[in-house]
């Protein structure tokens, strides 16, 4: 019975701000990794220049360069698996133990909220952090994949297994990519989602901020507008 009274505390905002949360979350993703031709994201963009490495790749006879930027990419993807990990781990400390949010959640909502409540609360936290954490492995993961595509490209240019190899290996390099990015906008979404704890009004208004922020870096940053100088017109951006 207690469990009821407690689930039941969560009203049909709290509903509405979740789902507004992954409905935002989703759409974010499908208008990033699918822009329009005449407005493409850095992502897309950088798919690109991810094809045009492999191919400039085929013409270097010594590949040590590729190979470094390949480690340091994976190195990247590492460092934010742990880091995702490591606050998978905080959030389910906080689920056993929520008094030390319960009278922080009091103070900002003046209302006391019930352990289950709570517990749902970072629930979704959890969720958010879970994912990017096993975004960040597979992105890591597919690297490693790029990497062995790349040592297998032949050294001559000429051959006919140059292209298609080198094809190969700047898809993969993409797929990870596009990745380890769903992994960056989950732990953004993942911030976001502690707003929660404050309430759905909270919730609304951090999902706004988050989306602000990741379509900002995607469409409107200046890094973008450095990596578009001077590209042609008709630049292929297909992902």
């Not at 009278?103 to 994912?131: C, D, R, W």
């Not at 898809?171 to 759905?200: K, T």
């Amino acid at each position: 019975m207690d469990f009821m009274t407690d689930f039941n505390s969560l009203n049909g905002l709290d509903a509405i701000a979740v789902a507004t949360l992954i409905m935002v979350w989703a759409a974010l993703t499908w208008i990033i990794e699918h822009p329009t031709a005449a407005r493409p994201s850095v992502t897309v963009v950088m798919s690109e220049y991810r094809r045009e490495w492999m191919r400039v790749m085929i013409t270097r006879d010594t590949r040590i360069f590729d190979a470094q930027i390949i480690a340091s990419l994976r190195q990247g993807t590492a460092f934010f698996a742990s880091t995702s990990l490591l606050a998978v781990g905080g959030v389910l400390a906080l689920i056993g133990n929520v008094e030390p949010l319960r009278g922080v959640a009091q103070e900002i909502t003046t209302v006391q909220s019930p352990t289950l409540v709570l517990q749902i609360k970072l629930g979704l936290v959890l969720f958010l952090l879970g994912n990017a954490f096993l975004k960040f492995v597979w992105s890591n993961r597919v690297f490693g994949y790029c990497s062995v595509m790349i040592a297998a490209v032949p050294n001559d240019p000429a051959d006919p297994m140059a292209h298609p190899m080198a094809s190969k290996a700047a898809e993969l390099n993409i797929r990870s990519a596009v990745n380890f990015n769903r992994g960056l906008r989950s732990m953004y979404f993942a911030l976001g989602a502690v707003a929660w704890l404050a309430g759905p009004i909270a919730l609304f208004a951090a999902v706004t901020v988050t989306s602000w922020v990741i379509w900002s870096r995607e469409f409107a940053s200046v890094p973008r507008a450095i990596i578009m100088e001077d590209m042609p017109a008709d630049e292929d951006t297909k992902a």
